[in-house]
């Protein structure tokens, strides 16, 4: 349990805060342990929900305006002179209209600047192309130094957040926006920056996910079992880069089908980082990539979208069943696939 900003909220409050609420109450547990934390916005403290550390800190909380480029600058500075700042903005003006400043001036200079990047995804669907963050992933992904993570649900959040205190470097996490649903029971899962979570066990074939895409999984998972007999292995790779390779090699090997889900293009994000983990190993699959195939996503509620991008319980189901009935051939002997 936590007590921060006059509140007291446990665990289980996550099922009715967001993803940022519940980052705004860690992050004020995390100034009282560490007084070089600084919180950093862009006109956007509300949204974000970093406005109730500067409600807590006021005298460690900057707002620079509406200016993104300025903020990263502003954040790099600080931490060259040993702050720790969390910059928090909307996850399209962070990958894209300040990304040459968190290219050159943070990751450049490989300075300790945690970025939390809300309303990912199409998570802002109302908003439209100009606030949907589809691509950001592949963009931080491709800057040297840059942790990139995605939480499942609240309750990850939380434990990203805490664990990039101690992580060095830049990181970006990334948050949605509404009131995304918990997957996670409580904190003590294993949560480590850089290792995948197994939160279903299979052999038949594995279901690759982040973010939002993790409860759905799981939940899918669920129903081919009970409806097809299927055995489905559900991996959340919440860490982006640095990427478990190992547990997507042993995917490989011990199902022969995978299938990646992510609430992103499939342009360089989730999808990819797998598929060049596959191609490198030299080992022959059954795999596809799921998510918005190079196009901008329409303009739609959230869960409206995730129904039409394939990305929500039934669709994860329909894809499951089109590669169990893919004519494959599965033997024994790799040597030929290399």
Not at 41 to 51: E, F, H, N, R, V
Not at 63 to 70: K, L, S, T, Y
Not at 144 to 159: L, Y
Request: proline share 3%; hydrophobic share 40%.
């Amino acid at each position: 349990m936590s007590e921060v900003t006059g509140t007291t909220w446990t665990i289980y409050d996550a099922n009715s805060m967001t993803q940022a609420e519940i980052y705004g109450h860690v992050l004020c547990e995390l100034g009282e342990q560490h007084k070089d934390i600084v919180g950093v916005t862009a006109d956007l403290a509300k949204s974000t929900k970093i406005g109730i550390f500067g409600d807590k800190f006021p005298d460690r909380f900057f707002n620079v305006g509406i200016a993104e480029q300025n903020l990263f600058g502003i954040a790099a500075g600080m931490a060259l002179s040993g702050l720790t700042p969390f910059v928090s903005t909307m996850a399209t003006f962070a990958s894209m209209r300040a990304c040459e400043q968190v290219r050159t001036d943070i990751c450049y200079q490989n300075l300790n600047c945690k970025i939390i990047a809300t309303h990912g995804g199409i998570s802002f669907g109302t908003a439209g192309s100009t606030h949907n963050a589809q691509e950001d992933l592949a963009i931080m992904r491709s800057f040297p130094n840059m942790t990139v993570i995605v939480p499942a649900d609240g309750i990850e959040t939380a434990n990203a957040v805490r664990a990039c205190i101690d992580w060095p470097g830049p990181v970006y996490i990334r948050v949605g926006r509404g009131f995304e649903p918990t997957w996670y029971q409580d904190e003590d899962y294993g949560f480590e920056i850089g290792k995948a979570v197994t939160i279903n066990e299979g052999t038949d074939i594995t279901l690759i996910c982040c973010g939002m895409t993790v409860l759905q999984a799981g939940e899918a998972a669920k129903v081919l079992e009970k409806e097809d007999g299927l055995s489905v292995r559900v991996l959340n790779i919440h860490t982006l880069k640095p990427l478990d390779e190992d547990a997507i090699m042993k995917a490989v090997l011990e199902t022969r089908r995978i299938i990646t889900f992510e609430e992103h293009t499939v342009l360089g994000g989730l999808g990819s980082a797998v598929a060049d983990v596959i191609a490198s190993s030299g080992k022959g699959c059954a795999f596809e990539k799921v998510g918005l195939n190079d196009q901008f996503s329409l303009v739609g509620y959230p869960e409206d979208l995730y129904a039409y991008y394939k990305l929500d319980t039934n669709g994860i189901i329909d894809r499951v069943r089109e590669v169990m009935g893919q004519d494959f051939e599965e033997d024994e002997d790799w040597e030929d696939e290399v």
